[in-house]
């Protein structure tokens, strides 16, 4: 099979090699940095005023020392983090001493993923539509009327237009709450009053992600589009009384989501990583506040955590779209 | 007599551009008039920048901002019928492209879509004029053409970039004429490709207006391509048709000290002594000397042709000419 070898092998082979740089980076940086981490956690403690032995010092230089997986040589601790790896095993975080960080990174991932991905679909597909319809048609008044209004709202610092949604709509007219991802208190289940519970909670973080992320999927796709109107088989297509609901949809949006569907990989690459200012502006529990604290309080173990799934997610995401693409762009096949 | 299929009266098409607040007019196309028959191929031969192209476009009724049809008419004459073609509202003018006249491009490169196979193309153009066909069929239709036209069946499974250059300009003479229009129009349709290739490819068109006996409109700068296929020819400068006549008499006989120079200008065999091109360049459109347009290059210019632009002065029945150097030959043998 041709496609496997020259295509499938090759890219599989990357795919591994890049997610083993990047995971040996995430290894090693943080032991380049000058603090020693395990004195820093006890200089912390002392600080705070409470007295310790020395002998007490030493055990606890010792647990901490294993916490962090610092025992024995650089090697000697390099292998012994792969092994945990593959066991999906990061250690504990300190922040939230003692929970094992796989259990932060499982409670908070549903939340950024299931915000993150939807928003992304509906405000790519519905960008590149509106787009590819608007730049095809770009001297209709309508056409000019949206591109005024993509524009004014584009702008817009996220923080400023997620802020003014959240005070209109969270404070003026309290129609959705205004933090959480869930009522408190309420129990997880597959019941429609936790499913609209969640569902109203996301609705405000949600409209702020997916108003300014049209506008964004939209210009760009107009730009592309306004380019191929001039293109010689759209305007063969044109001339040859191809009509054109075909002609928008077959030739011009085919060919003007080539390039988004590239953006649009990276950025699912990206969600794993959260997405922090929406999950600060609406406090909403997602991966994006996890690492934020994370940061803020030097958790080695969760930091290297989230970092190891984002290195896997954008490299595997940017794999699917790499084997998929073909679909899209047959000049891409493996020839 | 043989019955007209398309005529120009006094057409005249002008780019109306506006640059920085100065209007400037380019007179692409002016004052042409033409009379093609069905079933012939009549051949417009000229420079760059003479108003080929601008011409093919009134003809074939795409007149798009900046260009303007500011006079003149083109008529179509279908089923007997005249039709003035700016009287056609978009759908009736979307119908009679490819069924009553369609389009060879110079050069395929670029016109088929790249995402698509090329029986999807075939099926675009097909399904928008042909009602009630089910993508099965059309793909028999168009198979069955390819068949016909002695192209391999197979690229109907193919993209665009898999076929070579030559290929994919059969490909698209085929898809242009699939509906059998009455009118074909060629802008170049082998500028692009090598001389063994051009062969293959005009042989095909020339093929097919045989079979479908309908017109082709070609235009090329390529002499030698006129000599080959076309039955009548126009020759074309800065915007005007300058001579009109059956091939063997413009290149036997040419008129027009134009002609002369474009005919003189093509290699001969056996003969080597160096060609003469047409001494300077081809005025800009834009800024047109007055009278006769070509009088600052024509080496035998008189002071009229300085003045006016002279009338069309018919030699023989099928041979007209457009210059003052006839009218006094003529004048004299009087």
Redesign the interface.
């Known amino acids: 099979m041709l496609f496997i070898r020259r295509y499938l092998i090759p890219r599989l082979i990357q795919y591994v090699l890049v997610i083993f740089v990047g995971i040996t980076a995430v290894f090693f940086i943080p032991r380049l940095l000058p603090t020693d981490p395990v004195a820093r956690t006890i200089a912390e403690l002392r600080s705070r005023g409470s007295y310790l032995d020395p002998a007490s010092i030493d055990a606890m230089v010792a647990d901490l020392t294993e916490m962090y997986g610092l025992e024995g040589s650089s090697f000697d601790q390099y292998i012994a983090f792969w092994q945990r790896l593959f066991r999906g095993d990061f250690g504990v975080s300190f922040f939230q001493f003692p929970t094992p960080v796989i259990q932060l990174i499982k409670a908070a991932l549903p939340w950024t993923l299931g915000l993150l991905l939807v928003t992304t679909a509906i405000a790519w597909t519905a960008g590149i539509l509106l787009g590819g319809v608007a730049g095809y048609f770009n001297r209709q008044g309508w056409s000019r009327a949206l591109d005024v209004l993509a524009m004014v709202v584009r702008p817009m610092p996220y923080y400023v237009f997620a802020f003014i949604l959240l005070l209109l709509f969270g404070y003026i007219f309290p129609l959705f709450p205004v933090a959480g991802g869930a009522s408190i208190g309420r129990q997880p289940s597959f019941s429609w009053p936790y499913i609209s519970d969640v569902l109203r909670h996301a609705f405000l973080p949600a409209m702020s992600l997916i108003i300014l992320g049209v506008t964004a999927w939209f210009q760009t796709m107009k730009l592309v589009v306004q380019n191929l109107n001039a293109?010689?088989?759209v305007?063969?297509?044109r001339?040859?009384?191809?009509?054109e609901r075909?002609i928008v949809s077959?030739?011009v949006i085919?060919?003007g989501m080539?390039p988004q569907i590239t953006a649009l990989a990276l950025l699912i690459g990206q969600i794993f990583s959260g997405a922090l200012i929406t999950e600060i502006v609406f406090t909403y529990p997602g991966l994006g506040t996890l690492l934020y604290n994370a940061i803020m309080t030097g958790d080695y173990n969760l930091i290297m955590g989230i970092t190891v799934f984002s290195i896997v997610a954008i490299t595997t995401a940017i794999l699917v779209i790499d084997l998929l693409y073909p679909l899209?762009?047959?000049?891409i096949r493996y020839? | 007599m043989d019955k007209i299929i398309l005529t120009t009266r006094q057409l005249k098409a002008f780019y109306l551009l506006d640059i920085h607040g100065r209007q400037k007019v380019v007179k692409a196309v002016n004052e042409v008039e033409l009379e093609i028959l069905e079933n012939e191929i009549y051949g417009i031969a000229g420079e760059s920048g003479c108003g080929k192209s601008t011409l093919l476009k009134t003809l074939?009724a795409?007149v798009e901002p900046p260009l303007r049809q500011l006079e003149g008419k083109v008529i179509y004459h279908i089923n007997g019928e005249e039709v003035d073609v700016s009287t056609l509202g978009d759908e009736e003018?979307?119908?009679?492209?490819?069924e009553f006249v369609?389009?060879v491009?110079q050069g395929s490169?670029?016109?088929?879509?790249?995402?698509?196979?090329l029986k999807?193309t075939y099926h675009?153009?097909i399904s928008?004029?042909v009602k009630g066909k089910s993508q099965e069929e059309t793909f028999r239709m168009a198979k069955a053409y390819i068949a016909e036209l002695g192209l391999p069946a197979e690229i109907m499974g193919a993209?665009p970039?898999?076929l070579s250059g030559g290929m994919r300009q059969r490909v698209t003479i085929a898809l242009a004429t699939l509906l059998r229009p009455k009118i074909i129009i060629a802008d170049e349709p082998t500028t692009a490709l090598d001389v063994i290739v051009q062969r293959g490819v005009m042989q095909l068109l020339k093929d097919i207006q045989q079979k479908l006996q309908n017109t082709i409109i070609l235009v090329t700068h390529d002499m030698g391509v006129h000599a080959n296929v076309a039955d009548r020819i126009g020759i074309m400068y800065a915007g005007k048709i300058v001579e009109e006549a059956p091939t063997e008499k413009i290149f036997s006989q040419p008129l027009h000290p134009y002609t002369q120079f474009l005919i003189n200008s093509l290699p001969k065999f056996g003969d080597k002594t160096p060609r003469q091109s047409v001494p300077g360049s081809p005025p800009s459109l834009a800024d047109l000397p007055t009278g006769c347009p070509f009088h600052p290059r024509c080496p035998q210019v008189l002071d009229i042709c300085k003045e006016q632009m002279p009338a069309y002065i018919a030699a023989a029945a099928d041979h007209k000419v457009a210059c003052w150097l006839v009218e006094e030959e003529n004048g004299q043998a009087a």
């Open positions: 293109a010689d088989f305007q063969y297509a001339f040859g009384g191809i009509k075909r077959r030739y085919r060919n080539l899209f762009d047959p000049r020839n | 074939a795409v003018m979307r119908r009679l492209r490819w369609s389009y491009p490169m670029n016109v088929l879509n790249p995402v698509v196979k999807d675009d153009f928008s004029h993209y970039h898999q």
